[in-house]
């Protein structure tokens, strides 16, 4: 075999990655230079750390770990509807929701039936470029279970026990436009993770490089 034949072969023996749905771990994606993007994400590369899924009644949800050359580090899932958008999450701390919101307009979130709505007071260093001016409360303690296994390899299992994933409550909230969200994880030992959320089209990722 000639050189040319060698080199054809292998290049079309390496593995393609044509969307984010076919993200694995050590694969790297690069996202556009859109000003709608917050600054910290603008042409930035981050590499496929970890893989989990979120199970819940009607829908289990892929989950992927992006690690930036920034440390900054994100939680990638795929919302399909009528369109299909990249859903950006970004874990933030309780003095983040303290210059966000306040605290007892934030509480509400927690009270039935789920209607809370708030106003946006400032941004903390975190949080500037993600957040909207308000948000109207769109999900109440919906159960979940989140498993560190990827769904698309793995089988999840039917039943209670170790391997039935970690439960937990989520609520959540979105802007007017549906783009920019706050989501809140409650665990069954009272720890509590919040996320501020990003809803993009899938052309912010301008391209994917296979790790291996």
């Not at 600054?39 to 989990?52: D, G, K, M, W, Y």
């Not at 440390?71 to 999450?89: G, S, V």
């Not at 909207?132 to 039943?159: C, M, P």
Request: one cysteine or more.
């Amino acid at each position: 075999m000639s050189f040319l034949k060698r080199l054809f072969k292998k290049q079309e023996d390496e593995r393609q990655v044509n969307s984010a749905d076919e993200l694995k771990i050590k694969d790297i994606i690069v996202l556009t230079d859109s000003f709608a993007l917050p600054e910290a994400l603008r042409t930035q590369q981050f590499q496929v750390s970890a893989i989990n899924c979120y199970e819940f009644e009607n829908e289990t949800q892929t989950e992927w770990v992006l690690q930036g050359d920034n440390n900054l580090e994100l939680f990638l899932t795929i919302e399909k509807d009528d369109q299909t958008f990249l859903k950006f999450a970004l874990k933030i701390q309780h003095e983040d929701i303290e210059s966000l919101f306040d605290l007892d307009e934030f509480a509400t979130i927690f009270d039935e039936p789920g209607e809370a709505f708030l106003e946006r007071k400032s941004d903390s260093s975190l949080t500037s470029g993600w957040s909207s001016q308000q948000y109207q409360q769109q999900v109440f303690s919906k159960v979940g279970y989140f498993h560190r296994k990827d769904n698309r390899t793995e089988s999840l299992s039917a039943y209670e026990g170790n391997e039935s994933g970690e439960q937990f409550e989520l609520y959540s909230l979105l802007d007017e436009e549906q783009s920019r969200g706050i989501d809140i994880e409650v665990w069954q030992d009272g720890d509590t993770d919040l996320f501020i959320t990003l809803y993009r089209p899938t052309s912010d990722i301008v391209d994917i490089f296979p790790g291996s």
